[in-house]
Nanobody
Framework: QVQLVESGGGLVQPGGSLTLSCAASESAPTPYIMSWYRQVPGRQRELVAEIIGGISTHYGASVKGRFTISGDNAKKTVYLQMNSLKPEDTAIYYC???????WGQGTQVTVSS
């Protein structure tokens, strides 16, 4: 089982920025796909962004233009730069490495004044 450890969540004011990071254990295989999801209580977990082969990126419609996913496949680390944050971005954010069916533990992001 590949372990993923996230960091970087917290409380930020509307319009602010946060960067999340997620790293796999050193013994993990090199991932090809890395992704971020988020979940609000009572709602389904939704895809925020994914990066394939370190090059191709895809974003959910609600974050496109504000969030940027990047990754270092060799370091088995994925990042999510979140700008122009809105209250509706408040959620628990999870990283996922789909090939290993592994999820991070989740990190809370709260956008509030």
């Amino acid at each position: 089982q590949v372990q993923l450890v996230e960091s970087g969540g917290g409380l930020v004011q509307p319009g602010g920025s946060l960067t999340l990071s997620c790293a796999a254990s050193e013994s993990a295989p090199t991932p090809y796909i890395m992704s971020w999801y988020r979940q609000v209580p009572g709602r389904q977990r939704e895809l925020v962004a994914e990066i394939i082969g370190g090059i191709s990126t895809h974003y959910g419609a609600s974050v496109k233009g504000r969030f940027t996913i990047s990754g270092d496949n060799a370091k088995k680390t994925v990042y999510l730069q979140m700008n122009s944050l809105k209250p509706e971005d408040t959620a628990i954010y999870y990283c996922k490495f789909p090939e290993f069916n592994s999820w991070g533990q989740g990190t809370q992001v709260t956008v509030s004044s």
